[in-house]
Nanobody, 115 residues
Framework: QVQFVESGGGLVQPGGSLRLSCSASESIISISPMAWYRQVPGKQRELVAH???????YYADSVKGRFTISRDNAKNTVCLQMNSLKPEDTAVYYC?????????WGQGTQVTVSS
């Protein structure tokens, strides 16, 4: 089963940017779409964005116009460029398949937006 490792999180001030990366243990070419999710303690994990092999994308309304998802099947990676970050973007971010059945969830990467 493919495994995912997320990285790139950190502490950033409101209005700042971060670029998250997701590395897969094997080819993701057969996984379409691939997605980024986020979770705040005590709340359900929510879908942030997903991308198909053809490049078509979906974004949650809360991040539309600020986040950009991309994928590189040759490198088995999916990235999330996050701009104009807001405190409400604070969460642990995960990557995985966009639809059930999901692969095992990785550790995620913490994003904290605070002044």
């Amino acid at each position: 089963q493919v495994q995912f490792v997320e990285s790139g999180g950190g502490l950033v001030q409101p209005g700042g940017s971060l670029r998250l990366s997701c590395s897969a243990s094997e080819s993701i070419i057969s996984i379409s779409p691939m997605a980024w999710y986020r979770q705040v303690p005590g709340k359900q994990r929510e879908l942030v964005a997903h991308i198909r092999n053809g490049g078509s994308t979906y974004y949650a309304d809360s991040v539309k116009g600020r986040f950009t998802i991309s994928r590189d099947n040759a490198k088995n990676t999916v990235c999330l460029q996050m701009n104009s970050l807001k405190p409400e973007d604070t969460a642990v971010y995960y990557c995985n398949r966009a639809y059930y059945p999901f692969s095992s969830w990785g550790q995620g990467t913490q994003v904290t937006v605070s002044s």
